[in-house]
C-alpha cells in the first residue's frame, strides 16, 4: 500500500519526525569533529601571570587571551610580514584555537553545551606595514565553523600588534555562550 500526502497526513508526519529525530541523534558531537579532524585537545596551559584562563558570568564565558602552544608544548613565535609566513600565522591561529577549545572543554565539560560563538579577538603580532591580519585569525575562525557549525560564526576583530607575550604570533581571546 502506498502511502500518500493526502489519505494518511498523521503517518506521513510521524515518519517524517521520525527521519528528523534519527538525522539529529546521528549528528557529530564538537568532540567527535575534533576526532575525526585528528585534534586532541591538550590540558589547558597554566596563566603565565595573575589571571584565569576562563571566568563565566551567566551564560556566558569569557576566554583569556591563549598562544599558540604546539602538540610538544613549544610556542610558534614570531612576526607576520617579517619572519613568519601567512601559511604560518594561520597555523599559529588554530593553534590557539584549539587552546581555547581545551580550556573551554575543562570549564564546561562537554561541547556540546556550546550556544554559540559570541566573539573572537585575535591580535597578530606583525610589521607595522603587514595588511593581512584577518587571513591569519582566520585559521581560529575556520576552525570554529569546521567544530561547531553555524554555532561556531561570530563577530570578530583582527588586529596588528608591535609584539605579543613571550613573541608569539598570535593571541587570541574568545566569548562564548553556554546553556
Avoid: W
Wanted: glycine share 10%; with cysteine.
Amino acid at each position: 500500500m502506498r502511502i500518500t500526502k493526502n489519505k494518511y497526513p498523521m503517518v506521513l508526519g510521524l515518519l517524517l519526525c521520525i527521519q528528523a529525530f534519527a538525522a539529529t541523534a546521528t549528528a557529530a558531537t564538537p568532540e567527535a569533529v575534533l576526532s575525526k579532524l585528528g585534534i586532541d585537545l591538550p590540558v589547558p596551559a597554566k596563566s603565565i601571570a595573575n589571571y584565569v584562563g576562563a571566568t563565566r558570568t551567566g551564560n556566558l564565558i569569557f576566554l583569556s587571551g591563549h598562544i599558540p602552544r604546539r602538540p610538544d608544548g613549544s610556542l610558534v613565535v614570531g612576526k607576520l610580514g617579517d619572519n613568519l609566513s601567512e601559511k604560518e600565522g594561520y597555523e599559529a591561529a588554530r593553534l590557539s584555537a584549539i587552546g581555547l577549545l581545551a580550556t573551554l572543554k575543562a570549564e564546561i565539560g562537554d561541547l556540546s553545551k556550546l550556544k554559540r560563538i559570541v566573539k573572537v579577538f585575535g591580535m597578530v603580532n606583525a610589521k607595522n606595514d603587514y595588511t593581512d591580519h584577518s587571513k591569519v585569525i582566520n585559521g581560529c575562525s575556520n576552525l570554529l565553523v569546521e567544530v561547531f557549525g553555524d554555532k561556531g560564526r561570530h563577530a570578530r576583530a583582527a588586529s596588528g600588534f608591535s609584539s605579543l607575550p613571550l613573541g608569539v604570533a598570535v593571541e587570541i581571546e574568545m566569548i562564548v555562550e553556554v546553556e
